[in-house]
């Protein structure tokens, strides 16, 4: 998704909520020191069990912008690949930018997406709750796991299967499916059942 710069400025007018998070990032040089690897890695991952939401690197907590040289934004955009890939299982993809609303005040933004599954990070597996993370209780995390098991399942259930279509069906497995009425447009009725569908090359 993109920001307006006026968006950004306004949200850090507001501060932090369910959606977004600042942090401010302390270098020794142009090596990133702050916060903990561990530390980002809970936010990010609460972000992905949760509905997703955006992280600015390089922002305090009341939302004014140290800024950062170019190499300083290289060393934490490699920090935060790491973070997602080594310390977040199953790794998390967020989109990594680079944005400037005041000239010599550059920062990161990082959006994360909605997890597909439960994403467990150093601290254990957390959910974004308001302006802060929070630890999932057992219930939670198994409810969650359920949820987007499920959601895969349907997603996966809905997808054409490539070299298929009618005249690949057993006829005797799908004919005591069809009413009457069905039978006479058996193609049409499978479709209403989701037995058939057209792919993105209007195939069916």
Same mark, same amino acid.
């Given at each position: ?16 909520d ?17 916060? #903990?690897? @561990?530390? *980002?890695?809970?936010?990010? /991952? ?8 955006? &992280?600015?690197? !390089? ?33 998390? #993809?967020p @989109?990594? *930018?680079?944005?400037e609303? /005041? ?8 959006? &994360?997406?909605? !997890? ?37 399942? *349907? ?49 069916t």
């Amino acid at each position: 998704m993109s920001f307006s710069n006026e968006e950004l400025k306004r949200q850090m007018r507001l501060g932090e909520d369910s959606h977004w998070e600042f942090k401010e990032i302390a270098f020794a040089g142009n090596e990133p020191k702050g916060p #903990r690897r @561990a530390e *980002l890695a809970d936010e990010l /991952a609460a972000f992905a069990n949760t509905d997703g939401g955006v &992280v600015l690197c !390089g922002v305090t907590d009341s939302g004014d912008v140290r800024g950062m040289s170019r190499e300083q934004m290289d060393a934490l955009e490699r920090l935060l690949v790491e973070v997602c890939t080594d310390m977040i299982k199953p790794p998390i #993809r967020p @989109a990594i *930018l680079r944005r400037e609303i /005041a000239e010599g005040q550059p920062f990161l933004l990082v959006e &994360v997406p909605q !997890g597909s599954d439960v994403h467990e990070s150093p601290g254990g597996s957390y959910l974004r709750v308001g302006s802060t993370k929070r630890k999932m209780t057992r219930d939670e995390q198994l409810r969650l796991a359920q949820r987007r098991g499920q959601a895969r399942f *349907l997603w996966f259930d809905k997808q054409p299967v490539p070299g298929t279509g009618f005249g690949s069906l057993d006829e005797s497995l799908w004919k005591p499916l069809l009413s009457a009425e069905g039978a006479a447009a058996p193609e049409v009725a499978l479709e209403k059942m989701g037995m058939l569908t057209s792919d993105a090359n209007g195939v069916t």
